[in-house]
């Protein structure tokens, strides 16, 4: 039997207690089912899903669009 090993998305720690990682999101794979983002319990909340970066161009961009 194989052992998973998740990783925090915040924290970038290992989850080592089964019970304590959260399942936060499910990110697409460009070729294949993607992947499961997890959390450690204490830090669901803190976990940001959406790049700053692009989050802001988006802004930008729908800005210059609802202005047309």
């Known amino acids: 039997m194989t052992a998973t090993v998740r990783v925090c998305r915040h924290c970038d720690e290992p989850i080592t207690d089964p019970e304590d990682a ?8 460009n070729s294949g089912p993607g992947w499961d983002i997890y959390a450690h319990r204490d830090h669901v909340d803190l976990v940001e899903l959406i790049d700053p970066v692009v989050l802001r161009i988006m802004a930008r961009i729908w800005t210059a669009q609802v202005q047309r």
């Open 22 to 29: 959260v399942l936060v999101a499910h990110e697409l794979g």
